[in-house]
């Protein structure tokens, strides 16, 4: 079964308008951390926010915001004023535990345009 | 702070060769590194766990006399993609756990990148 499931192949939005993109996860672990990444056109990764299993506030990193619905096992990124420079491919992440020598597991990811 | 290296970043290389991928950590000391392979518009596949000074630890279906992963220091891993054919084509891209002042974060800092063509 998927541990990531991130069902919006694309995205795309105007300048300065605000975006979700979803992201559900599966586990049974009660400790686990989410991630976000964005990957641009050249390859590398960028984490972007991170959100604890255990923690009572929703993260967030300047325009980004994680909507971090525990019941529904919903982690959705929310950018907020879109920028030219937003538009690439974004990837939820999961490590399950708490430990740093567990890797991530990746969904396979949103292409996320943004227009002028 | 926090920056892993990879290196090279493209390489393009005959079949039959086989290839060497370094992967750094620069301003910090990593006992665990990640390996990943991501095909083109696919997200990144798991291929192995690089632990220093033990032998590595790969997923089901990778296969560990082809990509022979060796984490010889504290900030240095290398993927050597043995005897590589065109199916190999792919971009790699390795990680590891930066020090965080938020230690249930574990983030994990990737490299650029090495894409691999093989002719």
């Known amino acids: 079964a998927q541990k990531i499931t991130q069902t919006q192949p694309g995205m795309f939005v105007q300048e300065k308008e605000a975006v979700t993109l979803d992201c559900t996860y599966d586990t049974s672990d009660p400790s686990y951390g989410l991630f976000w990444y964005k990957q641009p056109s050249s390859g590398e990764m960028i984490f972007l926010i991170y959100?604890?299993?255990?923690?009572?506030q929703n993260a967030t990193e300047g325009r980004y915001s994680l909507n971090f619905q525990k019941a529904r096992k919903s982690a959705n990124l929310v950018i907020s004023a879109s920028q030219l420079g937003d538009s690439a491919m974004y990837f939820c992440?999961?490590?399950?535990?708490?430990?740093?020598?567990?890797?991530?597991?990746f969904g396979k990811g949103t292409r996320f345009s943004v227009i002028a | 702070g926090a920056v892993v290296s990879q290196h090279p970043s493209w390489v393009i290389c005959k079949s039959g060769t086989s290839v060497k991928i370094e992967c750094r950590s620069l301003?910090?000391?990593?006992?665990?590194m990640f390996w990943y392979r991501q095909f083109p518009k696919q997200s990144l596949m798991l291929m192995a766990t690089s632990n220093e000074g033990s032998k590595a630890t790969y997923e089901q279906g990778v296969e560990k006399d082809k990509f022979l992963i060796n984490h010889a220091s504290l900030t240095l891993s290398t993927l050597t993609v043995t005897s590589a054919h065109p199916e190999d084509s792919s971009f790699y891209i390795c990680?590891?756990?930066?020090?965080?002042?938020?230690?249930?974060?574990?983030?994990?800092?990737f490299g650029a990148g090495s894409r691999l063509t093989v002719l």
């Open positions: 301003d910090f000391q990593a006992t665990t």
């Open positions: 990680s590891a756990r930066r020090p965080s002042p938020f230690s249930g974060a574990n983030v994990l800092t």
């Open positions: 959100q604890g299993s255990y923690d009572q």
């Open positions: 992440a999961m490590r399950e535990g708490n430990s740093g020598n567990t890797p991530l597991v």
